[in-house]
């Protein structure tokens, strides 16, 4: 069958296998001790020897001499080699070939050795093949000559910038293409041309008869004619755009990942999400969440459907002020079903809008005011993203174009559900966590003392400062406890960690201190039990959120004595109180550090100190004195200076210190405590030595007595004597001396009897015909409270009754 071809049509040559003759290279294998094992047809051709006289034997066997001269004596750093090498042809001739050896290192470090049997000869018809290649090559290619003026330019070059060939010839670059860019490309030739170096750069080009922009790689490089003078500069360019597309969204993603969700404001990684979409991706972003989710709650489960109520929480555009806005930050808007971000949510996936004049007249229809400003500023193409997040749809991030000419296109698509993905993850941490921190806060706030209780030893003020929202709420706390004998602790702690579980612990911890204070513990012996319970906590006894080694605190406890004005102090890693003296010198007391609570056996010690009327005790957590940029020392060098200064008030003190010492919002939580010393002085105190006879009982009845007429308190003399006799009786009968009474008259009535046992008595019920057991329990009926503390030498009864509303005169 015969016929002919058109001019233009391209015949395609036959099957490779048809196209290339296999026998045309000698082509031959030899493993790593130099033994052949592959011959084939072509290095038959070559050296006459047929396969089968040659596979298996050493390859030296074809060298006349042995090795040859011309390969290095050293291949095993040679990853290939080339050169001429004489071998023997099979009739005892021989033949100078040029060799091309590869080593294979996954064959046994052996070589592949390759040879043309026959090579073409360069002739005239070499120049025309040339000539068409240029012509047809896949690279964008012209040639200008020594004046920059175009002599060729190939097919590729005619379809990219829209010209001919010979509409090109003759011109400059920078009159082809009317762009800066040109103008560079023209400078990069004459540096070619000065230095007969190749030049390599980059361009962006808006092209004629191109929808978009389009990125270049260009290389310049020097024609050399045959005695070595410079003909011209070749240029050859690539397409890039596509690539550079790819790394600009890769760029994109990867600040985006690195840029939203800095912090745990919700409001903030929204605006975030919008910062880094514009400009690059789009020049007008909107964020708008559910207004549910807003305070931590959960939303609606499911895809919401018809008209949805939006919160817009972020907004940014290339123009200043978002003015294509027409819903403002803060505000809750309506959109109605069918509105883009509707539909979006609805489906719960992407989806891209062109605004042709069609979708225009149906948001018209809906909204007239969006219509307009989508008129206005030249809406060409909109992208609506969901926001999903653990299976739970937050609200709708929608990317605008209307100064980019490109529409959203389908890697659009997914590059704005990658980083809408990334930040409804960060929206949702931070929705979860500001439901724990306010949680965190309530069951906190409800734990801190609402009030400070009405005591005469100490006049006290009180801070409690929540740390930043990335560190979220500690467990720093305390607390202020009236104790028997008109004294009173002082307690500061702080658990490790942050959250739920540290304020639950911290509940725990200051609900087991005020029990342990209550039965008048010595701050030490406070200490180990406190260590005892943070043991069992840790170890999953009484808790089974946590494990073993979590939980861990610090804490300092100070009781002071109004009567005697010493204060009892001991710590468990805790920092040190500062006490400030009436003439305002400023001290960090000695006070063993003791370790922190949780490691457990470890002891604590106390240390006891007497303090002036008017001194002033300052318990702090570390978060006071600890802050970034700042070590420990200058933290605790500028609480001095601020104690230094004198201020009106306590709370005046406290202000000072806060203000000064936090510069910014602390990282980590801070509890705050100051107190000021009060003191009882012997007219509202009467002590009597009472001896071990039953008849002194009615001695110190008398003598309480009298003591209550001078204080004006003949009224609750009844009781006082009852429970004096009572008391006394009770250390007689069954302690040992000495015994001493003690009144004091302070907020309350209290009475207590001392001696030198360290047995404590205790309520028990007396049957009809007993004559004794029934003394205490008419104690407890007629007091406020009654109770027994151990002293180093002995124990304390004591009872406390409140004083008459209207103390008669005295």
């Known amino acids: 069958m015969t016929g002919s071809t058109a001019a233009g049509d391209r015949v395609p040559s036959a099957g490779t296998r048809e196209i290339v003759d296999e026998a045309a290279t000698a082509r031959v294998s030899v493993d790593g001790r130099g033994v052949v094992t592959a011959w084939n047809e072509g290095a038959r051709r070559l050296l006459g020897h047929r396969a089968a006289e040659v596979v298996g034997r050493n390859a030296t066997a074809l060298l006349p001499d042995g090795t040859p001269t011309q390969v290095p004596r050293s291949l095993a750093d040679l990853r290939r080699w080339s050169g001429p090498v004489t071998l023997l042809h099979r009739d005892g001739r021989r033949l100078t070939v040029d060799l091309l050896a590869h080593r294979r290192e996954n064959d046994g470090d052996g070589w592949l050795l390759v040879s043309a049997v026959t090579r073409p000869a360069s002739g005239p018809e070499d120049d025309a093949f040339v000539r068409r290649s240029f012509t047809h090559s896949p690279c964008t290619m012209a040639l200008y000559d020594t004046g920059l003026r175009l002599r060729r330019a190939n097919a590729d070059m005619e379809r990219a910038i829209g010209l001919s060939e010979e509409a090109m010839r003759g011109l400059r670059v920078t009159e082809i293409v009317d762009d800066p860019e040109s103008e560079r490309a023209e400078a990069g030739m004459r540096r070619v041309l000065e230095t007969g170096r190749p030049q390599e750069l980059g361009a962006a080009l808006q092209l004629a008869g191109h929808e978009r922009q389009s990125v270049w790689s260009v290389s310049l490089a020097p024609v050399w004619d045959t005695v070595g003078r410079l003909e011209g500069v070749l240029l050859s360019a690539h397409d890039v755009t596509e690539q550079h597309l790819t790394r600009q969204r890769l760029v994109l993603l990867n600040d985006a990942s690195v840029v939203i969700g800095s912090t745990l404001d919700l409001a903030r990684t929204a605006q975030e999400l919008a910062d880094v979409a514009v400009p690059r991706f789009a020049d007008f972003v909107t964020v708008d969440l559910l207004p549910a989710i807003e305070g931590g709650e959960d939303p609606p489960e499911g895809a919401p459907y018809g008209p949805v109520m939006l919160r817009r929480v972020a907004c940014q555009s290339v123009l200043e002020g978002c003015p294509e806005a027409v819903v403002r930050c803060g505000t809750v808007a309506a959109y109605p079903a069918g509105s883009t971000a509707a539909e979006c949510l609805a489906a719960g996936r992407p989806l891209i809008e062109h605004v042709t004049p069609a979708a225009l007249a149906e948001v018209e229809r809906q909204t007239p005011q969006r219509a307009e400003h989508m008129r206005k500023f030249g809406f060409r193409s909109v992208l609506a993203v969901p926001m999903r997040a653990r299976g739970l749809t937050l609200g709708v991030a929608t990317f605008s ?91 500061v702690g702080d658990i490790v960690g942050h959250g739920i579980q540290a304020s639950a612990t911290m509940g725990r911890l200051r609900t087991a201190v005020r029990t342990l204070a209550d039965i008048d513990l010595p701050p030490d012996e406070l200490l180990i039990h406190l260590d005892d319970l943070i043991n069992r906590l840790a170890g999953g006894a009484d808790s089974t959120a946590v494990t073993a080694g979590d939980i861990g605190a610090t804490c300092l406890y100070a009781v002071y004595d109004p009567v005697s004005r010493h204060c009892t102090i001991a710590r468990a890693g805790h920092p040190v109180p500062a006490l400030v003296t009436p003439d305002g010198g400023v001290e960090f007391l000695d006070v063993p550090a003791g370790p922190p609570l949780g490691l457990g056996g470890l002891p604590f010690e106390s240390t006891e100190l007497k303090l002036a009327e008017g001194s002033l005790l300052v318990l702090y957590t570390d978060g006071l004195v600890e802050a970034r940029g700042r070590a420990v020392d200058e933290g605790v060098n500028a609480l001095r200076e601020v104690l230094r200064r004198p201020t009106g008030n306590l709370e005046s003190t406290c202000d000072a210190l806060l203000r000064t010492m936090l510069t910014d919002r602390p990282s980590d939580d801070v509890a705050l405590l100051v107190a000021r010393t009060r003191a009882l002085d012997a007219s509202h105190v009467a002590t009597w030595q009472v001896p071990a006879d039953p008849a002194m009982v009615a001695s110190a009845r008398k003598n309480a007595s009298r003591q209550l007429t001078e204080w004006g308190l003949d009224e609750a003399a009844f009781v006082t004597e009852l429970v004096v006799s009572e008391l006394v009786t009770n250390a007689i009968r069954h302690a040992q001396p000495p015994i001493e009474l003690r009144l004091i008259n302070d907020r309350t009535l209290i009475c207590e009897v001392s001696d030198g046992s360290s047995s404590a008595p205790h309520l028990r019920r007396a049957r009809t015909f007993d004559e004794g057991g029934r003394g205490l329990m008419l104690v407890a009926q007629l007091t406020q409270g009654w109770g027994t503390r151990q002293t180093p030498d002995g124990k304390i009864i004591w009872a406390e009754q409140a004083l008459p509303t209207e103390p008669s005169a005295t």
């Open 401 to 491: 174009r209307h100064r980019q000419p490109e529409p959203f296109e389908q890697d659009d698509l997914l590059l704005g559900q990658e980083i809408t993905a990334r930040a409804a993850v960060c929206i949702d941490n931070a929705r979860r966590y500001t439901r724990e921190r306010s949680i965190s806060l309530t069951l906190q706030s409800s734990l801190l003392p609402q009030q400070l209780p009405e005591q005469a030893a100490l006049e006290v003020a009180s801070r409690y400062l929540p740390g930043s929202t990335r560190a979220g709420v500690g467990g720093d706390w305390f607390d202020v406890i009236p104790l028997s004998g008109a004294r009173v602790a002082l307690v």
